[in-house]
């Protein structure tokens, strides 16, 4: 069963069933601007042990959901965490995963106010986030408009390289190793933007890769897009690795997946604003167009549209 | 492992290492009396596939979780719902496992708000509940007081037996089952006590066994217990179980475990009100005394203190 499908199908079901104005973004938004999420990662899908470490892992398993509240240009204030693991996990490995928790949640000023340890015979970690809207108001997939311009954070495919370099042992690309291991959600530039532009423009995170983040955002606000290959941020090292490892890069950058980038969309006053006040957090990849599809301009002039049939899947170890 | 008491000791390094005040009774309570607790329950640990249908384990992944506000005296509002399952788990299984979760939400009037699908090697269930406090405030483990009579609703030890005559493939212990794959938070009851004596005294649920219970709520509140076997609830069926399972009925019933059934302390004079009020819904199990240790009085006059290397642990089929 191809399982990211899986998932989209019963998404679908769950909102058909529920019955509810909630499900469908990063967040939920509850009464009092209360943003909720939850995220679990699972050892042998999400992470390999021992070639993540401890530290890795506690660390990752918050940030995703931290980027989860960035994707809605809100604030991060509490965590609560279900810790699940095997009998013979000592107490000594639970506590370095447990300050690796706390140390994380310290840097990003979040509180974790509660959780559950239970076992199961993998190691597997649950984080719900609470957070608050900015005073804006949260920044949502459905608010694109045609003509506005798509913007991103950071770099792409990095973190596929990195998970590429890591399984074949190549400890040299350490800029890709560290944003594989080590993925920083992307709060303060969320909030940046929302206070730089005082609106509200259309937002997600990429974690399931870039072209997941734009298709996400195109069909929740029925537009589409023109993005160029050129305009795609993408580091010196995770192009070096993709030729090592015969990749497109460009194939990384879209489909690899687990970048924790923003990707969104903003009227061109804003991005007028937003260029001027934060040149270097955000970058212009494309534009938004009436015409349905996502489409990439390649370097070479070729254009074609994504092919979601490469979306993001986690380790195939487990099963 | 004793993962009980690894439980216990994690526990404590959490609340040190994490240096706040929302740690240790069963929700957090945040700003706005806002009620938070997360609880998994995992296949081989908590559930067996396929002695448990999957409407038991979605039934029960909501149950465990609910009883957390119960335990509070608080209303429960929203839940997210985290589900990693086995890449040959059927799209058919999903569905009949949320609609569960969805049937039993809408009975308590709670709404699934939102939620993640992984993989993993076997079933975890994980779901964080979000609530609000009664409008007098939480009950909380520490607010015993000497003299406080000690009060419990429905009865205890069904649920272990229910789990006996399950893994006995006997059919016949019908309440006992029931009381096991389908237990009930007791939300009601929480907000009658708190409606009734407009006050606020100490309360938990039993998850861990009526033992763990008065445990939990003395070492808190920093107070003793007497308690009576003849006035612990029990019911005819559970002891029919034990008679037949050469168990004796005290011994499920205080440290059997999933009960779910609330325990608490209140002043005489609310004693008083509450069984005038509710005469079925809470029963007097003992006294809190000002002497340390939790002692139980058996129907043969000894006395003897509660013995908590008995503490109820889940199923042991998974390492």
Redo the contacts between chains.
């Keep these: 069963?191809p399982?990211a499908s899986?998932?989209q199908?019963?998404?679908e079901?769950?909102k058909q069933?529920?019955g509810?104005q909630?499900?469908g973004d990063d967040?939920?938004i509850?009464s009092?601007g209360?943003l909720?999420?939850?995220?679990?990662?699972?050892e042998?899908?999400?992470f390999l042990l021992p070639d993540h470490s401890l530290e890795d892992i506690g660390f990752k398993s918050l940030a995703v959901n931290l980027s989860d509240i960035a994707a809605m240009a809100g604030i991060p204030?509490?965590v609560?965490?279900?810790i699940?693991a095997?009998?013979?996990f000592?107490?000594y490995s639970?506590?370095r995963l447990?300050?690796a928790m706390?140390q994380f949640a310290d840097k990003y000023r979040v509180?974790?106010?509660?959780?559950?340890?239970?076992?199961?015979?993998?190691l597997?970690l649950?984080v719900?986030v609470?957070g608050k809207e900015n005073t804006n108001g949260s920044w949502l997939r459905s608010a694109a408009r045609t003509g506005d311009v798509v913007i991103a954070t950071g770099d792409f495919g990095a973190a596929a390289a990195g998970l590429w370099s890591l399984l074949q042992n190549l400890r040299s690309y350490r800029y890709c190793l560290t944003k594989h291991r080590r993925p920083e959600p992307r709060i303060k530039e969320a909030l940046q933007l929302a206070a730089v532009t005082q609106s509200k423009g259309a937002l997600i995170d990429a974690s399931d890769g870039l072209a997941d983040a734009l298709v996400q955002i195109s069909a929740a606000s029925n537009v589409g897009m023109e993005i160029k290959e050129d305009l795609i941020p993408m580091h010196e090292e995770m192009r070096k690795a993709a030729k090592e490892a015969r990749v497109d890069p460009l194939h990384w950058a879209l489909y690899g997946g687990e970048d924790y980038e923003l990707v969104g969309c903003v009227s061109a006053a804003d991005w007028d604003l937003l260029s001027k006040a934060t040149p270097r957090n955000f970058k212009k990849i494309g534009a938004v167009s009436s015409a349905p599809g996502v489409f990439v301009e390649k370097s070479t002039g070729e254009r074609h549209a994504l092919d979601m049939s490469q979306t993001f899947q986690?380790l195939k170890a487990?099963?």
Aim: negative net charge.
């Design positions: 069963m399982f899986a998932e199908q019963l998404i079901f769950i069933e529920a509810n909630y499900i967040c939920a509850l009092g209360l909720v999420s939850c995220d679990a990662i699972v042998g899908v999400h204030q509490f609560v965490v279900s699940s095997p009998a013979d000592s107490i639970l506590k447990f300050k706390h509180k974790i106010v509660g959780g559950d340890i239970t076992r199961a015979s993998k597997h649950n719900t609470l986690h487990d099963g």
